[in-house]
């Protein structure tokens, strides 16, 4: 049944496609039953669908697919933020064949990742990262302005980079195992482990997602493309679609086959505490709205990547339960900018100030969204934070677990100048007449903010009940 | 051996040509030239099929592709494309430097294959392959040719006003 997460997108596009009247109009309901389908799936686990091994799509494909924890873990988070772009998408997109593209590319790009959290296999990997990179180039352009085209062809061009460097290393690597399944490559480098094209190869792979998670040094495109690209699609980027095709991959490949050696951890520990510092100090200086969360973003990736570094499996359930709060946090920011971008007409934080009179829910949810990103307890981003800080302590890395922690507080600095500037305090003059969002908007925002709640309050209780959560502590 | 060495001498000088031709259509004959050694030499490395594939799409359909929407444009001027030689001289200047250190420093080491080789695949049947053991590959592929579709149609589509009735 695991090949119904590409197969029912794939219908679900054809559907929307067919030459019949009204096909168009049901684009957004489809779409919409799509991601709820998969969010249940995963939070409700029915032993029939995952446990199903002979059934009509089971030998469809070819190659072996396999979830484990982590794999649910992404299922859930491209389920709720590809539904919170897409509604987004509905609320904020003027042009009806604008949202019906959008819709388009959403489900190209839904059937990329949730074949990356699927595949056991490199150059299929390969193949279902470009596919998700397309598919983000043109929603980056959907509405061909003129910022947007440009901060899709930044993208487009380092991506291309990425992901030649993953193809010659996917060459390299079957010189030296024979196929690209991650058993057996696995079991090839570890027997050549000392050669240097296998050495070679690693390094050449692990460039590709780290320019396409955008880590530092490899974060140039990051802030143009998500600050120009329009807010449904934003949420999407800083989401999801980066963290599965740049993180994820990251994470599965180093677990499952290039394996924690010490050179790998120590590349992974580095470009993290260095995203998390850059990323923080480079936010506090911007005064655009979306390019400050762009900021906030490499470095809440690099607190991800450092999870990672470690090693330990508290690390890593750290590191996954961090990928899941930010995918989440940062998804309703990007909602907070999307309701200023279409009342405010602009994300310039300049131009505002006081807006909670006006706007109490998008204020309030943003505080929400921004204590839980500093870690501020009981929010969701304290637990994923603390998980990682612990782990980093407890295995005697304790400069890189000072980084983290002071990097905290930068993350509060920032977040406390943003909401005392756009926020806080007097009501600016001329923005008397601004109005809150639309109910949808508004419902989403809400939603999003008891998320983050609910994970923070509940989080021990989930641990033991929730499928994608009780095991993740391996 | 002799051959394939100045294949790809040949190779690296097409492709740099790719790259710092100032006008475009002379970049994609560099392209189209790249494509037609690196068929050749596909051919010479006992892999027929993949050549065909590669003199056929990149050597053929794609150059034609490009030349087809270069013929839309208009042709530089010739004070013009002076002027983008300059341009394309002071940023790329560095890439022979570079090549030609990479080819000191490469033959200064002697690279040899320091791994276990694996065995010899046991499918050899490209067909076989292809059909039966990479089809999550090959709909990928069907998927990427729809995303080529849609970007048309969202990026390069503009809708026409419609006539006023008169």
């Not at chain 1, 219908?11 to 039953?33: H, M």
């Not at chain 1, 998700?132 to 910022?147: D, H, M, N, P, Y």
Request: proline share 3%.
């Amino acid at each position: 049944m695991l090949s119904l997460f590409i197969l029912l997108p794939f219908f679900c596009l054809i559907a929307v496609n067919l030459p019949v009247k009204g096909a168009r109009r049901l684009a957004f309901w489809l779409t919409a039953s799509l991601f709820v389908l998969q969010i249940l799936a995963v939070l409700l686990h029915p032993s029939v669908f995952w446990g199903m091994k002979e059934d009509l799509f089971a030998n469809f494909f070819a190659i072996n697919f396999s979830v484990n924890n982590l794999s649910l873990v992404i299922f859930l988070t491209i389920g709720i933020v590809g539904l919170v772009s897409l509604i987004i998408g509905k609320y904020t997109l003027a042009n009806r064949p604008d949202r019906f593209h959008f819709t388009n590319l959403l489900l190209t790009a839904l059937i990329g990742m949730n074949a990356l959290a699927l595949l056991t296999d490199l150059f299929s990997m390969y193949v279902f990262i470009e596919v998700t990179a397309l598919s983000s180039f043109i929603l980056i352009a959907v509405q061909r302005e003129k910022t947007a085209l440009e901060g899709a062809f930044k993208y487009l061009i380092i991506s291309t980079i990425a992901s030649a460097l993953m193809l010659s290393s996917v060459a390299l690597i079957l010189l030296v195992s024979g196929s690209t399944s991650f058993d057996v490559v696995s079991a090839a480098l570890k027997a050549s482990s000392g050669s240097v094209f296998v050495k070679l190869a690693v390094a050449l792979f692990l460039c590709g997602p780290f320019i396409k998670s955008g880590l530092v040094p490899f974060h140039g495109w990051l802030p143009d493309a998500y600050s120009a690209a329009p807010s449904a699609v934003s949420v999407l980027l800083a989401g999801i679609i980066t963290k599965v095709s740049g993180v994820y991959v990251l994470m599965k490949l180093v677990m499952s086959v290039f394996g924690f050696t010490p050179v790998i951890r120590d590349i992974l520990m580095f470009a993290g505490a260095l995203s998390i510092v850059f990323g923080a100090l480079a936010a506090i200086g911007q005064k655009d709205f979306k390019r400050m969360l762009a900021y906030s973003s490499i470095s809440q990736v690099g607190y991800i990547i450092i999870g990672l570094g470690c090693g330990t499996k508290l690390a890593i359930a750290g590191a996954a339960l961090h990928f899941f709060n930010h995918a989440v946090f940062k998804s309703l920011l990007f909602t907070n900018a999307a309701v200023m971008e279409q009342k405010l007409g602009t994300v310039d934080m300049d131009k505002m100030g006081g807006l909670t009179s006006r706007m109490p829910f998008t204020g309030m949810t943003s505080l929400i969204a921004f204590l839980s990103t500093a870690g501020i307890p009981p929010l969701s981003g304290f637990w994923s934070k603390l998980l990682i800080v612990v782990a980093l302590w407890t295995s005697g890395m304790h400069g890189y677990a000072a980084i983290a922690l002071l990097a905290s507080v930068l993350t509060l600095a920032y977040f406390l100048s943003m909401q005392r500037r756009v926020f806080f305090g007097k009501l600016r003059p001329g923005l008397e007449a601004v109005q809150e969002a639309g109910t949808g908007l508004v419902i989403t925002q809400v939603a999003l903010a008891l998320v983050i709640l609910g994970v923070g309050l509940g989080f021990p209780f989930m641990l033991k009940t929730l499928a994608p959560l009780k095991n993740i502590l391996w | 051996m002799m051959i394939d060495l100045i294949l790809l001498i040949c190779l690296v000088l097409a492709a740099f040509w790719a790259v710092v031709a100032a006008r475009m259509l002379k970049a994609v004959v560099g392209l189209a030239l790249t494509s037609v050694i690196v068929s050749i030499l596909m051919f010479r490395m006992n892999s027929p099929l993949a050549a065909v594939f590669e003199l056929s799409v990149c050597a053929g359909l794609i150059p034609v592709i490009f030349i087809t929407t270069i013929s839309f444009t208009k042709r530089l001027s010739w004070e013009a494309y002076l002027e983008r030689k300059k341009e394309i001289f002071s940023r790329f200047w560095y890439l022979p430097v570079i090549l030609v250190i990479t080819v000191v420093l490469l033959s200064r080491y002697k690279i040899a294959a320091d791994f276990i080789l694996p065995q010899a695949p046991a499918v050899t049947d490209v067909r076989h392959v292809l059909w039966n053991l990479r089809q999550s590959d090959l709909f990928g592929q069907i998927i990427i040719l729809l995303i080529g579709a849609f970007g048309v149609v969202t990026l390069f589509k503009v809708k026409q006003p419609k006539d006023k009735p008169k």
